[in-house]
T-cell receptor, first 114, second 113 residues
Framework: ETGVTQSPTHLIKTRGQQVTLRCSSQ?????VSWYQQALGQGPQFIFQYYREEENGRGNFPPRFSGLQFPNYSSELNVNALELDDSALYLC?????????????FGPGTRLLVL | QQQVKQSPQSLIVQKGGISIINCAYE??????FPWYQQFPGKGPALLIAIRPDVSEKKEGRFTISFNKSAKQFSLHIMDSQPGDSATYFCAASKASGTYKYIFGTGTRLKVLA
C-alpha cells in the first residue's frame, strides 16, 4: 500500500453539479498531483500543489480547481460537471519537487456523470 | 510533442515468457522515464525508472532498455508470471517546472498459466 487514500471510492453525479474529491497523502509529502484517467487511457495531469501553492496546471479548464492543506490532505473540485468528466481521478503524492521524487498514487475515485 | 506513444495496446504471454512493451516520445526535453503497473481497482505503482544517461536498467525480472537517438524505450518482463497480469504505463517528464508525468495509453498484459 502507498499510504495515499482517496474518498469517496465511487461517486455518481448529474451534469451541471459540483463535486469535491479528497486525498490524504503520507505525512511529510509536500507535493500532491491530481490526474484524470479516462477508461482505457493513461492518466492525464490536471494540476500539482507544493506546500499549499499551485505549482503547475495541465490542459484542464478553470472549473477544475484544487486545494492543499497543511495536514497533507488535498481536494479536487470540479464545477459544472460535464458527461466527459466521467473518469477515475487519481492523486499522487511525493516528498518534494523533482522528477525523481517517486509519486505514490492513491486508488482513485471513480466519478460517473449522468 | 507532449505525447508518449505506447504499444501494443494489449499483450498475451505464456507463463515463463518475455513480455515486451514499447514507448516512443518526441520531446527531447524529457529526461526521466518511469514505468508504472496498475492492477484493477488500484492506483498505478512505480515499477522501475531510467534516465537517458544509461541505456539499460535492470531490477529483478524487469528491465528498461533506452535508445536515446531513436527516442524510444521499452520494458522487458522476464519469466513472466500470472501475477504480472496488469496494465502497464510508460511515462516521461522534464527536469524543470512541475515535473508532471506524461503517460502513455497503457498496455494490458495477460500472462497465461
Amino acid at each position: 500500500e502507498t499510504g495515499v487514500t482517496q474518498s469517496p471510492t465511487h461517486l455518481i453525479k448529474t451534469r451541471g453539479q459540483q463535486v469535491t474529491l479528497r486525498c490524504s497523502s503520507q505525512s511529510g509529502h509536500n507535493t500532491v498531483s491530481w490526474y484524470q484517467q479516462a477508461l482505457g487511457q493513461g492518466p492525464q495531469f490536471i494540476f500539482q500543489y507544493y506546500r499549499e501553492e499551485e505549482n503547475g496546471r495541465g490542459n484542464f479548464p478553470p472549473r477544475f480547481s484544487g486545494l492543499q492543506f497543511p495536514n497533507y490532505s488535498s481536494e479536487l473540485n470540479v464545477n459544472a460537471l460535464e458527461l466527459d468528466d466521467s473518469a477515475l481521478y487519481l492523486c499522487a503524492s511525493s516528498i518534494g519537487l523533482g522528477q525523481q521524487e517517486t509519486q505514490y498514487f492513491g486508488p482513485g475515485t471513480r466519478l460517473l456523470v449522468l | 510533442q507532449q505525447q508518449v506513444k505506447q504499444s501494443p495496446q494489449s499483450l498475451i504471454v505464456q507463463k515463463g515468457g518475455i513480455s515486451i512493451i514499447n514507448c516512443a516520445y518526441e520531446n527531447t526535453a524529457f529526461d526521466y522515464f518511469p514505468w508504472y503497473q496498475q492492477f484493477p481497482g488500484k492506483g498505478p505503482a512505480l515499477l522501475i525508472a531510467i534516465r537517458p544517461d544509461v541505456s539499460e536498467k535492470k531490477e529483478g525480472r524487469f528491465t528498461i532498455s533506452f535508445n536515446k537517438s531513436a527516442k524510444q524505450f521499452s520494458l522487458h518482463i522476464m519469466d513472466s508470471q500470472p501475477g504480472d497480469s496488469a496494465t502497464y504505463f510508460c511515462a516521461a517528464s522534464k527536469a524543470s517546472g512541475t515535473y508532471k508525468y506524461i503517460f502513455g495509453t497503457g498496455t494490458r498484459l495477460k500472462v497465461l498459466a
